[in-house]
Nanobody, 116 residues
Framework: QVQLVESGGGLVQAGGSLRLSCAASGSIFRFNTMGWYRQAPGKQRELVATVTSSDRTNYADSLKGRFTISRDNAKNTVYLQMNNVKPEDTAVYYC??????????WGQGTQVTVSS
């Protein structure tokens, strides 16, 4: 069982930065692929970024260069650094932890609101 707790969301002005954190319980954290997804009002949930246990990263094409995902296995934490944020980045951001056989755990989400 893995529990995920996101933090760091809030209100930020366009052009600013924000760092989201996701603290995970469970000793298997370092073996799992960690990720961030987001869901804007009235839209489907979409991939933001993932990072594997070997630190291989993958990003949504539209977010490359502005967002950075990283993980700290010693702290069981994954981060999402968001730079030069835009109003269209407003969404609930969810942390995920996916096991080797494809089972995904989800956090409860953290709201990010970008004002213009």
């Amino acid at each position: 069982q893995v529990q995920l707790v996101e933090s760091g969301g809030g209100l930020v002005q366009a052009g600013g930065s924000l760092r989201l954190s996701c603290a995970a319980s469970g000793s298997i954290f370092r073996f799992n692929t960690m990720g961030w997804y987001r869901q804007a009002p009235g839209k489907q949930r979409e991939l933001v970024a993932t990072v594997t246990s070997s630190d291989r990263t993958n990003y949504a094409d539209s977010l490359k260069g502005r967002f950075t995902i990283s993980r700290d296995n010693a702290k069981n934490t994954v981060y999402l650094q968001m730079n030069n944020v835009k109003p269209e980045d407003t969404a609930v951001y969810y942390c995920t932890s996916t096991t080797w056989n494809g089972f995904a755990y989800w956090g409860q989400g953290t709201q990010v609101t970008v004002s213009s």
